[in-house]
């Protein structure tokens, strides 16, 4: 007789399963694991920006009490040639950027590993460099593709006369500046060889690609691989690739024969994990007196390195979000002496919406139109780029009910009325958009004879609350109590998934974790009449047909956010009073752990706006806000009460669960938001990020 009862867990508030453990320092991450015989390293950052090492002096260095080996380009074990240049650690002396690892010190302790590495001493032929981006960079050029295989350039009617003739224009520029994604776990592995098998423990958004990444570099089986990424404190995308800590640790594991730990040192993390490159975005839109747009035109420029081509897909959503008959979008890069960039939050969407939603604000101001009301009256029917229709579009239902929550409707438009003494107050919307991705993915679920279930899969929690998340989903599926379910993740041994990014992995893990377990069910209740068998029953499925699925349509999550702010006239500080936002991201599987992920996005959209900025110094060629001191990141004191809301959608073109990724939309609208709510108090535009407190004085006293 079967021993499940028909339960409804997708969609209810559970709390993490993790939960307990991370609290009583039960969960264990990546360098919290520590063999006998542990060993430590630090590494040796580059001094100039480009040029070739000459010489490395070690002696110093080995002469430190429990120093065990300094490794440098004429030491270092060879690796085998892999898809990421930067990954190439300490093969050559040539040097390509600021910060690149010139040499790695290895110790019985931390604190010698540091001595070690302070006492190296390189010598280097310094060559000119160049690290600024401008818009008229001689040497832009036009990439092949953008991030996400899109193309760079995509032109649709005639947009110069559309523009030349609309009744109204906007043309204007924003800057976003260089990001970093800071988690607050830092890159982090340790490394140990047993044979010529490889096992690790590191810092990642996805260890099946980590242990590719590994077995081609070292030469080895993927078999010989473990990649264990059990828990991870934050990633941002930064951790979505292989990072150069990992590698190294590998490699001093295996001069020294001893395990090895690696922590990225965080004020080397902006040069050695990627980053968000700087933007200059011109940004036209020509209308009717109405408001309708009939010419768009968003163009990029922006930066990669030397080695390897990394270009943001800022000018995509503008493609699809606005009715735009006549549309030019490009991007145009140049590869300057700097480290590669790479993903950070929402990458494309967050840069190219910032411009697009403060252009379409400053269209409502010149139309005379609300800007709420002026995004519904460009709202596509169908996708405007591919003519495709919608799998579902609640943008315009995001916007009324945001509005509606917010108390839109006694807002005065006039700008720089409102006042509290000293204080200038406004408001300001903008909207959210990010696409709905699909990865290939497997699971197994397995009937234990005692009557649980097991669930395996190599996802991985980056703080998401994936593993609580996908525990709902295979309990959803076998009809069962969640406490049934145990779900086992973060390993490389376990059947691959793919990487946590691009708001993909509940998707792409989901529907494996659905189809596996819908398969075990049926089995059990065909073959055993519902219970398991002695022995156990094991089933496993992977999302192949998902990736393909539902390309006929054009599927999109949406939002909209509100904000308000203050400005003091005498000091030209910016505060965020309130912010509210509403999303239609499909059936929302956990509300506890979706709040949790649209507030944070939105979080960061605040800190983008009023925070974070990080600069090139042209003559060292480094970011100079390298630590959280001078980096600034939003914390509790700039964060006010953030209001988050959904919308009911029903999408059946999705995936078995109904959903859609919910981890990035919520940065993409809201720095637009608040500096159109800026503008709003101030009568000012800013159009270049972040705006600090000097900024808005020069605006207000110039």
């Known amino acids: 007789m079967s021993s499940r009862t028909p339960t409804a867990v997708l969609g209810t508030p559970a709390t993490r399963a993790e939960g307990v453990d991370k609290v009583t320092g039960a969960a264990r ?7 006998p015989g542990t060993a430590y390293a630090w590494p040796v950052p580059a001094d100039i920006v480009r040029g070739t090492v000459t010489a490395v002096h070690t002696e110093a260095a080995l002469a430190e009490p429990g120093a065990l080996a300094v490794l440098t380009h004429q030491n270092a074990p060879r690796l085998r040639p892999g898809d990421d240049p930067g990954l190439a650690v300490l093969q050559s002396p040539q040097v390509v950027h600021r910060g690149q690892v010139v040499a ?26 160049d690290v600024a981006l401008t818009p008229d960079h001689p040497r832009l050029y036009t990439p092949e593709e953008v991030n996400g295989g899109y193309p760079a350039d995509r032109l649709r009617g005639d947009f110069d006369t559309a523009y030349r003739t609309a009744a109204v224009h906007v043309d204007a520029v924003y800057r976003t500046p260089p990001l970093h994604n800071h988690p607050l776990e830092p890159h982090a592995s340790t490394a140990a060889w047993d044979g ?14 980590a242990r590719e990444t590994l077995a081609t570099l070292f030469g080895l089986d993927p078999a010989d691989v473990l990649v264990v990424s059990e828990h991870v404190g934050g990633g941002f995308g930064s951790k979505g690739t292989t990072r150069p800590q990992l590698v190294l640790a590998a490699m001093a594991a295996r001069v020294v024969a001893r395990p090895v730990k690696l922590a990225l040192p965080r004020q080397l993390m902006p040069a050695l994990t990627g980053h968000r490159a700087p933007t200059v975005q011109r940004v036209r839109l020509g209308a009717d007196r109405d408001g309708r747009i009939s010419a768009l035109a968003q163009e990029i420029a922006t930066r990669t390195s030397t080695v390897q081509e990394f270009v943001e897909q800022a000018a995509v959503p503008a493609r699809m979000m606005y009715t735009s008959p006549h549309s030019r979008t490009t991007h145009r890069v140049v590869a300057l002496d700097v480290p590669t960039p790479s993903w950070m939050r929402a990458p494309g969407e967050c840069p190219g919406m910032f411009a697009l939603e403060s252009a379409m604000d400053e269209l409502a101001t010149a139309c005379g139109v609300d800007p709420v009301e002026l995004r519904l009256r460009n709202d596509p029917p169908t996708d405007p780029d591919s003519g495709r229709p919608f799998s579902s579009r609640g943008l315009a ?23 509290e003494g000293r204080l200038l107050l406004g408001t300001g919307v903008a909207s959210a958009t990010y696409p709905v991705l699909m990865m290939p993915s497997s699971a197994e679920a397995r009937a234990e004879p005692g009557g649980g279930f097991t669930v395996r899969i190599n996802a991985t929690d980056i703080g998401t609350g994936a593993r609580t998340v996908l525990a709902q989903i295979a309990a959803d599926a076998l009809g069962v109590p969640l406490d049934r379910v145990r779900p086992l993740i973060g390993r490389s041994d376990l059947p691959d998934a793919s990487v946590a990014g691009g708001s993909s992995g509940t998707a792409s893990w989901g529907w494996a974790v659905d189809k596996a377990c819908r398969e075990l069910r049926g089995r059990l209740d065909r073959e055993y009449g519902g219970t398991a068998p002695a022995g156990g029953l094991t089933a496993t499925a992977d999302n192949a047909e998902g990736v393909t ?58 800190g983008m706006a009023l925070l974070e900025g990080s600069s090139t110094d042209p003559r060292f060629g480094d970011h100079v806000e390298r630590d959280l001191a001078q980096y600034h990141l939003a914390c509790c004191a700039d964060v006010p009460a953030i209001e988050v809301h ?57």
């Open 104 to 129: 790695l010190a290895v110790a019985d302790t931390l604190e010698a590993a540091r001595a070690c590495a302070a006492a190296v001493h390189v010598e280097y032929a310094p060559e000119p460099h």
């Open 397 to 419: 239902d995001c916007l009324r009910e945001g509005a509606r929550r917010f108390g839109w409707q006694h807002r005065d438009p006039r700008p720089a009325v409102r006042r």
């Open 646 to 702: 959904w919308i009911e959608e029903h999408d059946p073109h999705l995936n078995p669960m109904g959903s859609k990724g919910i981890g990035e939309i919520g940065i993409v609208g809201t720095a637009a938001a608040v500096t159109n709510a800026l503008h709003h108090a101030t009568g000012h535009r800013f159009r270049s990020l972040p705006v600090h407190p000097d900024a808005i004085l020069t605006a207000l006293t110039g």
């Open 29 to 35: 991450y990546a360098v919290e694991h520590t063999a």
């Open 196 to 209: 010529d098998r490889l096992l690790t423990r590191d810092s990642n958004q996805g260890s099946t690609s």
């Open 549 to 606: 699925a539902g390309q006929q349509y054009a599927r999109h999550a949406f939002g909209a956010q509100f904000a308000e702010v203050q400005v003091d006239i005498d000091t030209g500080e910016a505060r965020v009073r309130r912010l509210l936002g509403v999303f239609a991201a499909g059936r929302i599987l956990n509300p506890r752990t979706a709040r949790s992920q649209f507030l944070g996005g939105m979080t960061m959209g605040l």
